[in-house]
């Protein structure tokens, strides 16, 4: 790749935006998981099972929570942020 082409990692299809355990970043981008890419497509996975998407970001939050807990026990992880970040950004609109 050249120095003035644009980086397409995180659109590259066939790179799945997961997370990096114990870190809880993206493997494609860095960005804290569920990075933007990953909650759009976490949305359209779920698009017809909202209470299935809800279900899933609770245990990924359960996970994550007592990862990065242990990674810091000192400073762990603040519940109102890890909230927002897990299941914040997927409830309907008109309830935020």
Not at 65 to 85: C, I, K, S
Request: some cysteine; charged content about 20%; hydrophobic content about 40%.
């Amino acid at each position: 790749m050249s120095r003035t082409a644009p980086d397409n990692r995180a659109t590259t299809p066939g790179r799945p935006h997961l997370p990096l355990r114990p870190l809880w970043l993206c493997r494609v981008c860095a960005a804290p998981w569920p990075c933007p890419v990953a909650r759009l497509t976490l949305r359209q996975e779920y698009a017809h099972d909202r209470v299935g998407l809800s279900v899933y970001l609770c245990a990924v939050l359960h996970e994550a929570a007592a990862d990065l807990y242990r990674l810091n026990p000192h400073d762990g992880p603040d519940p109102a942020a890890l909230f927002t970040r897990f299941l914040g950004w997927a409830r309907p609109r008109h309830l935020r």
